[in-house]
Every structure is written in C-alpha cells, then in structure tokens.
C-alpha cells in the first residue's frame, strides 16, 4: 500500500442480500484494484470494505450507487452511507464474507 491509499467502509441499504450483490461487488472491486471484503449483516444490509487508491474506492462507491451505469447490478439499492478513513489492516485479495 502507498501512502495515498485509503479504506472505504459502505454500508448499502436496500434488497441487497440473496441476489448476489457481494459477487457483483467482488468483481468490481478486483477489477478495480481494490482489496477487502463484502458482508451480509444481520439487518440485511451489506458491508463493503474496501482498501485502496481513493480513485478506485471512489469509482466503486459510485458503482455500488448507482451513479455510473451497469446494466446487471443486482438487487435493488435505495441507499448507500459512506465512510473514508486509513487503510487499517491489509487485506489479499476481495473476498464475500
């Protein structure tokens, strides 16, 4: 990691689990470079941890809003709540957890 790397930690709120948004997610974020993971939380939202160049993290976070088109995003987002911050621990690779 480079100085200039951070953590984005998203939490998206909608019908986000069991329509495989976390693989969807993964993909992205590996196409993007980006370490981490993507997590169901028991009040069926989804955690997305993602480690990397701001450029990268900020081009997922507009992904997982919806902001830039991909016509096979599945499940349906109403709203994603944001945090940036310092990479913490280091991560291989974007897993689903």
Not at 17 to 22: D, H, L, S, T
Not at 79 to 96: C, H, K, L, M
């Amino acid at each position: 990691m480079s100085d200039h790397d951070v953590r984005l930690t998203a939490w998206v709120h909608g019908q986000v689990q069991g329509v495989g948004f976390r693989w969807w997610t993964r993909c992205r974020a590996l196409e993007l470079g980006l370490t981490g993971y993507a997590a169901n939380q028991a009040d069926g939202r989804v955690l997305v941890v993602a480690q990397g160049s701001r450029e990268a993290g900020e081009k997922l976070l507009a992904l997982l809003e919806g902001g830039e088109s991909w016509p096979s995003r599945p499940g349906q987002v109403d709203e994603v709540v944001a945090d940036w911050s310092r990479p913490q621990e280091r991560f291989e690779g974007f897993v689903e957890r």
